[in-house]
T-cell receptor, first 115, second 115 residues
Framework: AQKVTQAQTEISVVEKEDVTLDCVYE???????LFWYKQPPSGELVFLIR??????QNEISGRYSWNFQKSTSSFNFTITASQVVDSAVYFC????????????FGTGTRLQVFP | DVKVTQSSRYLVKRTGEKVFLECVQD?????MFWYRQDPGLGLRLIYF???????EKGDIPEGYSVSREKKERFSLILESASTNQTSMYLC??????????????FGEGSWLTVV
C-alpha cells in the first residue's frame, strides 16, 4: 500500500529559528515522485518542489532545503531562518509513475512562526 | 500565470439540498481533480477526469458526482447534501505528462458548511 506520514501535526517556532518538517512515505514501487505543497491561510496549495525516486540529491532553494533519503523513505523539508510569512500548512505527497494523476497526501503539518 | 478558479469560496447549504461546486482552469489542461480536505485526514481524492465527458472515481466518491462538459470546467455535485460533507473542497488541474513529472495546480478552495 502507498502511504505518506507526516507525524508532526503542529510546530511552533520563533522567527529566525530553523525548522524541519518530516515526511515518511511507503511504496513498493521503484519509480515514484515526491512533492511538497504549502497551503497559506488563503487556502490555495502552492507547489514547492518535486523530486523523483532516482534523484537523491538534496535541493536548496533560498531558505528552503529538502533532504531525500531512500534508505529511510524520508523526504524532509527544512526552512532556515524562518519568517512569519512561512506560517502555513505544509503537505507532503507521493505520486506513482504508473498512475500519473493521483497524489497521495500526508495529513499536513501546521507551522506557526511567531515574531 | 497558471490559474484554477473555484467560483464559490464560502457556501452554507441545508441538508438535502443539491449543491454545485464549479471549477475553471485557463491552462488547457486535460486532467482535473476534486479533493476534499479535512483536519487530520489531509487531502483525499473524490473524482478526477482525464478529458471532456470522462470521469473516474477517486478514493471517496460516495455521495458525490461530477460533470465535465467542457475541457476548462469541472463541476462537483452533491446530489443531497449531508452534514458529514461539511468540508473544504479543492479543485486541481494538470497537463497530461509522462512519468508523473507534470505539476498539479490547485485552486483556493471552497468551504462548504451543511446545516
Amino acid at each position: 500500500a502507498q502511504k505518506v506520514t507526516q507525524a508532526q501535526t503542529e510546530i511552533s517556532v520563533v522567527e529566525k529559528e530553523d525548522v524541519t518538517l518530516d515526511c515518511v512515505y511507503e511504496t513498493r514501487d521503484t519509480t515514484y515522485y515526491l512533492f511538497w505543497y504549502k497551503q497559506p491561510p488563503s487556502g490555495e496549495l502552492v507547489f514547492l518542489i518535486r523530486r523523483n525516486s532516482f534523484d537523491e540529491q538534496n535541493e536548496i532553494s533560498g531558505r528552503y532545503s529538502w533532504n531525500f533519503q531512500k534508505s529511510t523513505s524520508s523526504f524532509n523539508f527544512t526552512i532556515t531562518a524562518s519568517q512569519v510569512v512561512d506560517s502555513a500548512v505544509y503537505f507532503c505527497a507521493l505520486r506513482l509513475s504508473y498512475n500519473t494523476d493521483k497524489l497521495i497526501f500526508g495529513t499536513g503539518t501546521r507551522l506557526q512562526v511567531f515574531p | 500565470d497558471v490559474k484554477v478558479t473555484q467560483s464559490s469560496r464560502y457556501l452554507v447549504k441545508r441538508t438535502g439540498e443539491k449543491v454545485f461546486l464549479e471549477c475553471v482552469q485557463d491552462m488547457d489542461h486535460e486532467n482535473m481533480f476534486w479533493y476534499r480536505q479535512d483536519p487530520g485526514l489531509g487531502l483525499r481524492l473524490i473524482y478526477f477526469s482525464y478529458d471532456v465527458k470522462m470521469k473516474e472515481k477517486g478514493d471517496i466518491p460516495e455521495g458525490y458526482s461530477v460533470s465535465r462538459e467542457k475541457k476548462e470546467r469541472f463541476s462537483l455535485i452533491l446530489e443531497s447534501a449531508s452534514t458529514n460533507q461539511t468540508s473544504m473542497y479543492l479543485c486541481a488541474s494538470s497537463i497530461q505528462g509522462t512519468g508523473g513529472t507534470n505539476t498539479i495546480y490547485f485552486g483556493e478552495g471552497s468551504w462548504l458548511t451543511v446545516v
